[in-house]
């Protein structure tokens, strides 16, 4: 498959690449990693891009050439598996990625863009084993900013999907604002967004991708998120779920629009059942739990969406993992409670937003010249490396692992 | 007050024994209870005994208390109404079902909400209209001016509501159920199964819910009947608005373990939103009766909570699984904010390091399986998660529509305290304030009354009109007809029943400990504090009661600020034990102890019955100060013996009453530790040769049979009769514990006639005598210009009374009262100790319980009370 040649050829030509710019995004389940690699003719050597850095800090506007060009690579980890993470950057020398405190030049001291809780639960960990501080960025601040880069930056980066087909999102940045963007990851945020850095994290909901993974490892033992995915799409979850055809022996309850294979309560049959949990599939528990998640998430985002008058509605985080069935639920959920009115989104990117987010956040700082004038999207080029450990299967759809080819234009 | 430990289990044994009798001996009803009541029956109202015994034969003795004449007059038996009869069906068929539609008692009284999960059963059961309309009850209507004679009239008379719930998946039981109870068979009037079974081959039965249309053949198989579909939505809504707007304190909210009942106004009901968590979970907006729209739902509801709980932790019944969350702790199994925040905050979008940024989000990082969980830890996390989730998708849906009143019924909150507070701490959490959670007690019938309230011809579209009156307001849950109230008894218990009933109500009415506020964060949404112990171990109990429907309750007339009294319940002091002692009471007419004194309240009348002359006579020697002395010292004195029944009832058996009587009488050394005899003597015979007018009528709130009633309040009343004041003779409704019913008190007061002159005209004066006496008295009529002796019924069934809610008769009969004598512990102390009055009240009591004593009056045991109180 050529991703995954891409991927070893990337590792490969390793020496020739240049990394700069490694911004992490450390959630409760997943540690996320953006960073940026010049391409070879773009390369400089790590004293240059020092005193470049130097003196872009004193004064900042005299190119308006380009600077670095080169790709983005995303990567993730679990967070519980972060010493991998962590052999990770120091084996790729991603830490060069960081930058120096400006005000303090002499000072030897690296920072790395962070945000997620982990920033600061392992920011001493980073000290200690890397020699890195984290740069603590806001969540929702890099969630929002990586969500409007994605959105305007990348094209083909929105798409629905609905009865299996998936449509590209033609996006006007005229009119982009207001959207819902729903993060979807061990938690939910819900995040009215009204511009660039003007938001509003409006709801949210405690039954997310860590819900389905930790309830699904509990019932199913499965190993990890992916593989229990991947149980779902061979389940059926009548056999777990009460359906309303289940309550009305078989018939529609149509005065109020519910028609027989409406799921009336998730996981109610397992209740009138002799039943234990071993005689159940773990595929259609995996599936009804899937149901249930999306659907709920869906439901919760579209009255949301609705107590703001938002049309679009952004999925994005990584419990989606552009699972069809998941996708497709959401889009469902949607569609039903707002009769039509309101359009699931997602991202392809989807789990990157908030690395994403801290990544662009350098430009606050010292890197103005990393600003993004225009993305040069040989799309999808190359692949980045992900961690080894939590593969998923690389289907066509699968989206997480793909590039970015970009230019950055100093100002 | 009655209430001693050994009379209950007494009582109790003796009821055994005659139930098993009966049981065994369907056929013969002269096991020795039953011949005792009926010889004893002289001189009430007589002649329809026969059809009594009759009945009782039918399984039903209890049903029908033997002293009561009336039941069967014409206008309550059922009658065939034949008016607007037709042939339904082909008419050419065999037997073609005749169609009445006006035959108002062929309606079955059942009502079945069908769900997923669970089968919820409303049923009506008839009260014994025992007294309806007696002679006493006319005359007194006729002296009193009432005239709601046509509500009387009603097919249903009074009667209760029944609340059962089965699982779904134990249909049988149910059909059993239903079947035993003969509830499907359509008679209003359970005395008359045997005599017209057949008339049933059409009976209907209203159900709602999915399995209304799933079981629908099966009834049909077998019980026979039909099931008439009601929509589900429909009868949600018809028994939310319904309970609402009938009961009292139906609507609480619940907000970190406290709760509080929220006064509902009728006029500003609408619009609310009704979230009824089932299996699944419905949202109706309800515009009005009858208008609503179903807005939206979940499917994660209480099947979810169930099922996934099932899966695991392997836990039987919901309720197994509702209690072990008691106990747990989520931050095992949920990723806490502080989780990933390394036990921060992330105060800049509000959200505390204790609030849950994932549910089952701990489950996944660690090296544990599922067995390394605590069944308690899932099951409290897997409740947060599904409540938390109900309340932010309720509160979403009531913001869209500008609901502020958000109320949840169904059978997933069963009352539990920590679902309750989950729900109300994300309605509060996410209106930030705005919108308030408010809760059912009824919550998981709101289906089956509307089912219920949906047959036309019963006559409950009355009820709105009629007040509806719970006995039952602590709550016991009903599975599969299986009660779990307060033990009923113990017999080597040595606290009183008073004792017992303070503790336990204690325990339920006792908020559940929560972590303390502030120590983490956003209050509410706390775990609580994981020691098992200190949670009450029955928060699951439901708080729905048995309804009873009395035709008219009214708030007592005479009280003195019925504002400040409405507004601050406590004010008739211990009100949550008089519902306890109400719970018991309905306990045992649940398991047909309608009375389960009856025997011994028979046999203490008797004796002391037996001792009234002398009494009298030895009063009528003295002089009227030292009499009036006496008197008082007499109730208070009569008062002492239900403390020490059964010794008493040996006493009686060897004739030595009346010197029980004056030796606990001679005990009775004044100063008393409330002691305004004075004041009331003085009102009563005045000072200085001044005479003062007599009352106009005193109503006698009396209490327990036996001595009590006898020989103390009865010679009080005698003396009051003397001085040409009407006495009203107010007694219970229902039965409880040895107190003297309204019921019984004609038939005391009868006997009681034959002894006194006094008693007797006023007896005959107040229509209390009338037909028994003319044969005897001939002539008798023109001497009696008496004023009269009254007996009314207080609307209760329990040994306290809450004076909010009276009979009619009651309220009509204080009209012209200028004295209310309070007797006993349950009415003068435990309630109404602090009432205040528009007329003169005296309160007499001896306390027979050492907590009461030194928190009520500071005293001791055995104190006694005599508070006089001018009209204020």
């Not at chain 1, 109020?256 to 209740?271: E, H, P, Q, R, V």
């Not at chain 2, 020490?644 to 009587?661: N, Q």
Request: include cysteine.
């Amino acid at each position: 498959m050529d991703l995954l040649a891409a991927v070893s050829n990337q590792q490969n030509s390793q020496p020739q690449s240049q990394i700069s710019h490694l911004a992490l995004d450390i959630g409760g389940s997943l540690i996320k990693l953006v960073y940026f690699s010049r391409i070879n003719d773009s390369c400089r050597d790590n004293d240059e891009l020092r005193s470049h850095n130097e003196s872009l800090g004193v004064s900042n506007s005299d190119t308006s050439q380009p600077i670095l060009e080169g790709r983005l690579h995303f990567a993730k980890f679990e967070t519980s598996k972060i010493n991998d993470c962590l052999e990770f950057i120091r084996s790729k020398k991603l830490r060069l990625g960081g930058f120096h405190d400006c005000t303090s030049p002499s000072s030897d001291k690296i920072f790395i863009k962070a945000t997620g809780g982990g920033a600061y639960k392992f920011a001493d960990l980073f000290k200690e084993k890397l020699g890195i501080s984290l740069d603590k960025e806001d969540e929702m601040d890099c969630l929002v900013t990586g969500a409007n880069f994605l959105l305007k930056a990348v094209p083909q980066e929105a798409f629905t999907y609905l009865d299996g087909q998936k449509e590209f999102v033609q996006i006007d940045h005229n009119d982009l604002y207001p959207y819902l963007l729903v993060n979807i990851g061990s938690g939910v945020s819900m995040i009215k967004v009204d511009g660039d850095g003007k938001f509003e994290r409006v709801s949210g909901t405690n039954v997310g991708g860590g819900t389905f993974w930790g309830l699904g490892r509990l019932l199913t033992k499965c190993k990890n998120f992916d593989e229990l995915l991947e149980l779902s799409q061979l389940g059926n979850n009548r056999v777990v779920d009460m359906l309303v055809g289940d309550i009305y022996g078989g018939t529609d309850y149509a005065k109020i629009g519910l028609s027989a294979t409406t799921i009336a309560s998730s996981f109610g049959k397992a209740i009138s059942d002799n039943k234990e949990l071993e005689d159940y599939k773990p595929e259609d528990i995996s599936r009804s739990l899937l149901r249930m998640i999306s659907n709920n998430i869906g439901q919760i985002s579209y009255l949301n969406a609705l107590r703001f008058g938002l049309k679009r509605i952004f999925f994005a985080g990584f419990f989606i993992r552009g699972h069809a069935y998941t996708l497709d639920t959401i889009s469902v959920a949607v569609h039903f409670w707002s009769k039509g009115e309101a359009k699931a989104m997602f991202l392809r990117h989807e789990g990157f937003l908030g690395a994403l987010g801290a990544f662009m956040s350098y430009e606050k700082q010292s890197l103005h010249g990393l600003m993004v004038h225009k993305i040069l999207p040989r799309f999808p080029i190359s692949v980045s490396s992900a961690g080894d450990k939590i593969y998923c299967s690389l289907n066509s759809d699968s989206n997480e692992n793909e590039g970015i080819e970009c230019t950055v234009y100093g100002m | 007050m009655a209430g001693l430990t050994e009379d209950l289990v007494l009582g109790v044994d003796d009821k055994i024994e005659g139930f098993q009798n009966k049981n065994n001996n369907n056929s013969n009803s002269n096991n020795n209870n039953q011949k005792e009541v009926i010889d004893k029956e002289g001189l009430g109202v007589r002649g329809e005994e026969n059809s009594n015994t009759n009945n009782n034969q039918g399984g039903e003795r209890d049903m029908a208390p033997p002293a009561s004449s009336s039941i069967h007059r014409s206008g309550s038996r059922p009658q065939l109404d034949l008016s607007k009869a037709a042939i339904q069906g082909n008419s050419e068929e065999r037997d073609p079902t005749i169609l009445l539609p006006n035959q108002s008692d062929d309606i079955s009284h059942l009502a079945l909400d069908i769900g997923g999960s669970l089968i919820k059963l409303v049923y009506f059961s008839r009260h014994e209209d025992q007294s309806s309309d007696d002679k006493r009850k006319r005359t007194v209507k006729e002296r009193l001016g009432i005239s709601n004679g046509n509500r009387r009239s009603y097919p249903i008379l009074g009667g209760r509501l029944h609340f059962v719930k089965f699982e779904t998946s134990k249909l049988n039981e149910c059909l059993e159920f239903i079947s035993s109870k003969q509830l499907h068979r359509g008679r209003i009037d359970s005395h008359h199964w045997n005599s017209e079974a057949p008339a049933n081959e059409n009976a209907v039965i209203k159900a709602t819910g999915g399995g209304a249309y799933k079981f629908a053949d099966l009834f049909k198989e077998r019980l026979g009947v039909s099931i008439d579909k009601e929509d589900e939505m429909d009868c949600l809504v018809a028994g939310a608005n319904f309970l609402l707007k009938a009961i009292r304190h139906e609507a609480f909210t619940h907000i970190e373990g406290h709760k509080e009942f929220v006064q509902i106004d009728h006029n500003d009901l609408f619009p609310y939103l009704l979230v009824n968590i089932g299996s699944g979970v419905s949202m109706i907006k309800v515009d009005g009766d009858g208008k609503f729209q179903r807005v939206s739902g979940t499917n994660v509801g209480g099947g979810t909570y169930w099922g996934l709980g099932r899966l695991l932790t392997k836990c039987n019944s919901f309720d197994e699984l509702l209690e072990l969350s008691q106990r747990g702790d989520n931050r095992t199994i949920d990723m806490l904010v502080g989780d990933i925040y390394g036990g921060m905050d992330y105060s800049k979008i509000g959200l505390s390091a204790s609030t849950i940024a994932s549910s089952f989000g701990k489950a996944i990082s660690d090296k544990k399986e599922l067995k390394d969980y605590r069944p308690e830890d899932i099951s409290l996390s897997l409740l947060r998660m599904i409540s938390y989730n109900i309340g932010q998708i309720s509160y979403l849906n009531a913001l869209r529509f500008g609901l502020k009143r958000i109320f949840f019924g169904g059978f997933f909150i069963r009352g539990h305290a920590y679902t309750m507070d989950t729900i109300s701490f994300a309605i509060h959490f996410w209106s930030q304030g705005e919108a308030q959670a408010m809760f059912l007690r009824h919550e998981g019938f709101l289906g089956a009354l509307g089912a219920f309230m949906s047959y036309e011809k019963h006559g409950l579209d009355d009820l709105m009109v009629h007040q509806l009156v719970e006995r039952f307001p602590m709550g016991a849950p009903y599975t599969g007809g299986k009660i779990h109230g307060p033990p009923l008894g113990d017999l080597n218990e040595k606290i009183s029943w008073m004792e017992k009933f303070v503790l336990k109500g204690t325990e339920i009415t006792a908020p559940v400990p929560m972590a303390p506020p502030g120590t983490t964060g956003l209050g509410g949404f706390e775990v609580p504090s994981s020691k098992g112990g200190t949670l009450r171990s029955d928060a699951s109990a439901l708080n729905v009661g048995v309804l009873h429907l009395v035709p008219t309750l009214e708030v007592f007339p005479l009280l003195a600020n019925q504002k400040m009294l409405m507004e601050e319940p406590a004010a008739y002091g211990k009100l949550g034990l008089a519902n306890l002692l109400e719970l018991r009471e309905e306990c045992l007419r649940e398991f047909q102890f309608l009375d389960a004194y009856r025997s011994i309240k028979l046999r203490e009348n008797e004796a002391s019955l037996a001792v009234l002359p002398d009494l009298l006579l030895e009063l009528d020697r003295m002089d009227e100060e030292a009499r009036l002395l006496t008197l008082i010292e007499g109730v208070l004195a009569a008062n002492i013996f239900d403390w020490g029944s059964r010794a008493c009832v040996d006493l009686y058996h060897k004739g030595t009453i009346i010197e029980i009587y004056r030796m606990s009488r001679n005990k009775m050394q004044r100063p008393w530790r409330v002691d305004d005899f004075d004041l009331f003597k003085e009102r009563m015979l005045g000072s200085k040769g001044k005479k003062p007018r007599p009352h106009k009528r005193a109503l006698l709130f009396v209490d327990n049979s036996g001595a009590d009633i006898v020989l103390g309040m009865l010679p009080l009343a005698r003396e009051l009769l003397r001085r040409g004041t009407e006495v009203v003779l107010v007694a219970n409704s229902l039965p409880a514990l040895n107190d003297v019913t309204a019921m019984e008190l004609p038939d005391i007061v009868a006997e009681a006639a034959k002894h006194c002159d006094i008693l007797r005209r006023a007896a005959e004066a107040g229509g209390l005598l009338v037909d028994a006496m003319t044969n005897t008295l001939d002539g008798s009529k023109e001497n009696s210009s008496s004023v009269p002796l009254m007996v009314v019924e207080n609307g209760c069934g329990s040994p306290c009374i809450d004076l909010r809610q009276v009979s009619s008769e009651l309220a009509a009969a204080a009209k012209d009262a200028d004295l209310i004598i309070l007797e006993g512990m349950g009415r003068a102390l435990h309630t109404n100790f602090n009432a205040r009055f528009k007329c003169e009240a005296l309160k007499l009591a001896m306390v027979k319980n050492q907590r009461l004593a030194e928190k009520l009056i500071k005293g001791k045991i055995y104190d006694c009370v005599c508070r006089y109180e001018p009209a204020s």
